[in-house]
């Protein structure tokens, strides 16, 4: 059995039954184990090893040893160049504070990775150019780049790796934070520490807020900045994807609800992103295609337009999202997956978005007119979030995945709290096994309310991150569960090694109450391996499970009725078990009149499906 069946949820048992006979109760799903005071994740053929925890390794600075930052969010990944490791590692911390070893703001920290007979993987002893020696390194950006903002998503492209500063900063006073985050506060002399790399730049002073929320470039073998790209604009980043053309970059804001922007870069040259041209995304009017409105980008001429972009954007109507997340591309498709986490209630956001001049995506209004409401009014809301997909070929972004199933917090409670419950998606990748491509999706969810997480007496955050094979339909069925964090965290982070078989995640500042040793209580950077063998493992029981039924159940989720390809007798259940109908000799199944939520389809050979009512 899978892990869904057999760790998070326990096995439903039933007894054999006639077509004539089917019970008027099951056994009801039990609750999934949140609230754990570790991280949670499938048992063998999958291995789990503790990496990097924040707060109790030592990191590497140019000044000696310190603790290492907390709250680990990207991770990068470049290769090793002899070939003789796994590759280098960095670890965004997305925790603000000062630190005179380490740097004011935020950081990233960088290790080296070896394989193990066994499969696992080690981080490796090691003497960096500028003579630093140890496991652990402190990525220097103050004596480089200057000082970095919260260090959140990032870029991992042909061994160079970008590092995104989100937390949008609007003044002094504000990255003051009352002495506990930046302590120099005095203008930015722009290539003072390094040259930019942007000519006629060089000199310019700026407000040392100015300096941060720019992607920034690092180089991952050295731990240590390399620019900041002044001619991407000034962002709250949270990630971007390079094309395999070496010259166009998508970049995504982590913003306000109707203020985000999708962003394209496109440089003169392959490589060379110092020079080129930006673009801000611009969706039609009743449509999901849209088109690239060119921004001015050169940093010395526009300089006001690249250091307040949103300022310009509203002016050209561009479209604002709601939080854009992480993106990757699909290698097997070529389209750009967009994670957007969604805002509880963000009418009176759009509202204000509209007036100022921005235009709103059209899966917004086809949400809204899916709740009989508008995209303006207060009622709206969009409490779990989506998947997004981006087609270059035609400029269109849709919703991909919607979060589910939608439930009231009276629902949410154990017995009835469905099987799978996605929510909030932020972290994105993909992984390529065993001739198949698959989805990573990590969830940090926005709060607890609306059934984000189940009502027990214990109130807080446990998040998930998911599979999702991409050769079957994009459903929260087809989703399966790779790990859950501990009690209070966010699961972030994605690196794929070792030809997919190891991945490595963050589980990020997890609650103080949180019981356990201080891999559970700090943030932690964590390794799984044998994901070759889990996807084995998952081919084998969905071959089994078409094997003992050839009935297709569909649509899956379902507003209205079931359908199965063939006639045949069954019974649904609720997720408290209850029979609530049945039918015989039937290819459909009414269920127009049935609550959201998840039930369960039972066939007269004891075959059970799990379906997702939405409403």
Not at 286 to 310: C, L, R, Y
Request: glycine share 10%; aromatic share 10%.
């Amino acid at each position: 059995m899978n892990f869904l069946r057999s760790v998070a949820l326990g096995c439903l048992a039933f007894a054999s039954v006639t077509a004539q006979d089917f019970p008027v109760r099951i056994e009801p799903v039990t609750l999934i184990p949140y609230l754990q005071g570790r991280v949670v994740v499938p048992p063998s053929p999958l291995k789990y090893q503790n990496i990097f925890v924040g707060g109790v390794d030592s990191v590497e600075t140019n000044t000696g040893k310190a603790a290492a930052k907390q709250w680990h969010d990207y991770i990068g990944y470049a290769a090793d160049p002899t070939g003789t490791s796994l590759g280098y590692a960095i670890v965004n911390h997305e925790m603000i504070e000062a630190n005179p070893k380490i740097g004011d703001g935020g950081g990233m920290t960088m290790f080296k990775l070896g394989k193990k007979p066994d499969g696992t993987v080690e981080v490796l002893e090691q003497t960096l150019a500028d003579g630093r020696k140890g496991k652990f390194f402190n990525v220097d950006f103050k004596n480089t780049v200057g000082e970095t903002g919260m260090n959140c998503g990032g870029i991992s492209w042909q061994n160079r790796v970008w590092t995104a500063e989100e937390w949008y900063q609007t003044s002094n006073s504000g990255i003051y934070s009352s002495g506990k985050g930046f302590l120099d506060t005095t203008d930015f002399e722009i290539g003072k520490l390094l040259p930019s790399g942007f000519a006629g730049l060089d000199g310019k002073k700026i407000k040392r807020y100015e300096n941060l929320n720019w992607m920034v470039e690092i180089d991952p073998v050295n731990a240590k900045g390399v620019r900041k790209q002044y001619n991407w604009g000034r962002q709250g980043f949270e990630a971007g994807v390079i094309m395999d053309d070496q010259k166009t970059v998508y970049l995504f804001e982590d913003g306000e609800a109707g203020k985000s922007l999708f962003t394209k870069f496109v440089a003169d040259q392959p490589g060379d992103f110092t020079k080129g041209k930006l673009y801000f995304y611009k969706q039609n009017s009743g449509q999901f295609t849209g088109s690239w409105v060119e921004v001015p980008n050169d940093p010395v001429k526009n300089w006001d337009i690249m250091v307040a972009p949103h300022a310009w954007a509203k002016q050209q109507g561009i479209t604002g999202f709601t939080r854009l997340e992480w993106g990757q591309v699909n290698k097997t498709d070529g389209k750009i997956y967009i994670t957007e986490t969604g805002n509880d209630k963000p009418g009176a956001r759009y509202a204000a978005a509209l007036t100022e001049g921005w235009t709103l995506p059209q899966h917004t209004y086809d949400r809204a007119k899916e709740q009989s409401t508008t995209i303006d009014n207060a009622a709206y809301s969009d409490f779990y979030g989506r998947v997004l997909v981006f087609d270059p070929q035609d400029n269109s972004v849709k919703s991909f995945l919607e979060g589910g199933p939608y439930l009231t917090d009276a629902q949410a409670v154990p017995g009835k709290y469905p099987e799978k419950h996605f929510s909030n998606p932020d972290g994105l990748g993909f992984l390529y096994l065993n001739g198949k491509t698959f989805m990573v999706i990590e969830e940090d969810l926005n709060g607890v309310s609306m059934g984000r997480m189940p009502n027990t007496g214990m109130r807080g955050t446990n998040c998930e991150a998911w599979l999702l094979d991409m050769s079957k339909p994009a459903t929260i069925d087809n989703l399966y569960r790779l790990a859950i964090s501990q009690y209070g965290s966010e699961v972030t982070g994605f690196c794929s090694l070792d030809d997919g078989n190891v991945v490595l995640m963050n589980s990020q500042h997890p609650d103080a109450a949180t019981i356990g040793d201080a891999a559970a209580k700090n943030s932690l950077t964590f390794a799984i391996s044998g994901l070759k063998q889990l996807v084995s493992s998952i081919d084998n029981e969905d071959d089994k499970e078409s094997a003992t039924s050839g009935i297709r159940v569909f649509p899956n989720p379902t507003s209205s009725s079931l359908n199965f390809d063939v006639a045949a007798d069954a019974a649904l259940y609720n997720a408290a078990g209850e029979r609530v109908r049945v039918i015989r000799n039937a290819s459909s199944m009414d269920i127009s009149d049935l609550a959201q939520g998840t039930y369960y389809v039972r066939f007269a050979n004891g075959d059970t499906r799990q379906v997702v009512v939405q409403r």
